[in-house]
């Protein structure tokens, strides 16, 4: 049973455009969400974070949401650029520490120029 | 420059043999994770050490062991005991601050590959 789900497989953006990433999570235990980005062969970078006492972080071009009731946090990327073609990982944990990292499967961006 | 080193990059392996994934970080981060990643899936958590000379099973250890001699470096060995162990290996590590999960720096993986 997947915890935290990114029912998004693909999704492609044209260049200049906001992409939107979605990730879903049923453990409301979850506290603080992350987000990586993922080139191929290559590790995950980190991206961005929230804590689950605010409803939205920002850093440059990218913002993640939460919102809590429903179980739901979004990444937005505005405006997209190629180089932000990648997969896209969600991840929650749940106060201790470190090994409760839970990740989605991620979702695939594909930037269009 | 300070990151996370493994070793390498791809590795083919016989089934039946043992391998040993090498995961190296001058970060100077409590904690290490290995992770496993196969197609259409996210990361899965093998193992993950918080400490030196301690270490803990995460969701899919059953095949693995690790070991944490050294606060830089956290082995991985693929036994022939793992009944698929094909796929894509990934080490992390993260700073340990206020009892907290904080984000984690991951190497680039090996992909070892198993015939």
């Known amino acids: 049973d997947q915890q935290v789900k990114q029912n998004s497989p693909s999704l492609s953006v044209q260049e200049g455009r906001i992409s939107i990433l979605n990730c879903d999570y049923t453990n409301s235990m979850f506290d603080y969400f992350l987000w990586y980005k993922k080139y191929p062969a290559e590790g995950p970078t980190f991206l961005i974070s929230i804590s689950s006492i605010k409803d939205k972080n920002e850093d440059g071009r990218f913002t993640v949401f939460l919102n809590k009731s429903a179980k739901h946090l979004s990444l937005h990327i505005v405006p997209s650029q190629p180089g932000d073609s990648a997969v896209y990982f969600c991840?929650?944990?749940?106060?201790?520490?470190?090994?409760?990292?839970?990740f989605g499967p991620g979702t695939r961006l594909s930037v269009l120029p | 420059d300070g990151g996370i080193t493994q070793s390498p990059k791809y590795l083919f392996r016989k089934e039946g043999q043992n391998v040993t994934l090498s995961c190296e970080q001058n970060l100077n981060h409590d904690a290490m994770y290995w992770y496993r990643q196969d197609p259409g899936q996210g990361l899965r958590l093998i193992y993950y050490s918080q400490i030196v000379n301690d270490f803990q099973k995460g969701d899919i250890a059953e095949g693995y062991s690790v070991s944490r001699e050294k606060k830089e470096s956290f082995p991985l060995t693929v036994t022939s005991a793992q009944k698929n162990p094909t796929a894509f290996y990934l080490c992390a590590s993260s700073p340990h601050r206020d009892n907290r999960p904080y984000e984690q720096y991951f190497g680039p993986g090996t992909r070892l590959t198993v015939t």
């Open positions: 991840a929650a944990s749940a106060g201790n520490y470190g090994q409760n990292f839970v």
